[in-house]
C-alpha cells in the first residue's frame, strides 16, 4: 500500500462528479488499500477518491474510534433525518475549519469491494463523514455548505495545543499548500488537531456534540 497525494482546493478534479464503479477487481481493493493509508496517514476521518485523482465513487470513512475503516463503493445517502450545526473541516482544505448544517441521521446504501450491496444507518461522526464524502464524490465541498460567510475559520494551533480560530474570507492557495507541507512533517506545527477535520472539539463553539468530517 502507498500514501497518495491529497489534491488541494481549487484542483478541478475536486469539481468533478465520480463515475459509478463498475468493476470490483484487485485494483479497485489496492486503491481502497491506499487511500486507507492516506487518510490514516494525514489523520484523517475520511477520504473520497477524487481527493486521490480518481473519478471513480469510491470513498473511506474512519472515525476516531474505529478499529476497522468502512469501505464504501457508490455510496448513496437516501435518507436524511434532523439537522445539526457542526464543524467541518478537509483533508484538501487544510488548515481551514466552518460551520455547516449535516443530518442528525442518514440511511446509506452502498456496495463493498466485491460488489455486495449493503445498507447502513449512521448518526454522529460517521452520519457527517459519509455525507461529506459522498459529497466530494458528486464535486461539492463542505465550504459550499457554510451556515455564513463569516464561519469559515483558518486555524492555528498555539503553543499549548489549543486550536485557534482566526476569521478568514476565501482559502488562500500559498496557505494550503504549506499546511499541507506541514502535514507530511507531523512534528512540525503542532498535532492532531489542526489536521484532524473531525476532532469533535466543538464545545467551546457551542456547537452541541457535533464534530466534523473530513
Ligand atoms: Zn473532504
Not at 481527493?51 to 469510491?58: D, E, F
Not at 455547516?100 to 463493498?112: E, F, G, K, L, S
Not at 459522498?134 to 459550499?144: E, V
Request: hydrophobic share 40%.
Amino acid at each position: 500500500m502507498a500514501v497518495l497525494q491529497v489534491r488541494l482546493f481549487p484542483d478541478p478534479i475536486l469539481r468533478q462528479r465520480a463515475l459509478k464503479v463498475t468493476q470490483f477487481n484487485a485494483k479497485l481493493a489496492q486503491l481502497a488499500g491506499d487511500m486507507v493509508e492516506t487518510m490514516e496517514a494525514q489523520r484523517g476521518v475520511g477520504l473520497a477518491a477524487n481527493q486521490v485523482g480518481v473519478l471513480q465513487r469510491l470513498c473511506v470513512v474512519k472515525p476516531e474510534d474505529w478499529d476497522e475503516p468502512l469501505v464504501l463503493v457508490n455510496p448513496e445517502v437516501i435518507r436524511r433525518e434532523g439537522e445539526r450545526e457542526v464543524e467541518e473541516g478537509c483533508l484538501s482544505l487544510p488548515g481551514y475549519r466552518g460551520m455547516v448544517n449535516r443530518a442528525v441521521r442518514i440511511r446509506v446504501r452502498y456496495q463493498d469491494l466485491t460488489g455486495k450491496q449493503l445498507r447502513l444507518k449512521a448518526d454522529c461522526i460517521l452520519a457527517q463523514a459519509i455525507e461529506h464524502e459522498t459529497d466530494h464524490l458528486n464535486g461539492i465541498l463542505y465550504i459550499d455548505h457554510l451556515i455564513a460567510h463569516d464561519q469559515f475559520f483558518r486555524i492555528h494551533v498555539n503553543e499549548e495545543g489549543d486550536v485557534e480560530y482566526l476569521p478568514t474570507g476565501e482559502p488562500d492557495a500559498a496557505e494550503l499548500e504549506a499546511a499541507a507541507r506541514r502535514m507530511h512533517q507531523p512534528s512540525a506545527g503542532g498535532s492532531v488537531p489542526q489536521f484532524d477535520p473531525t476532532s469533535g472539539r466543538t464545545a467551546s463553539r457551542g456547537a452541541g456534540d457535533a464534530t466534523a468530517a473530513d
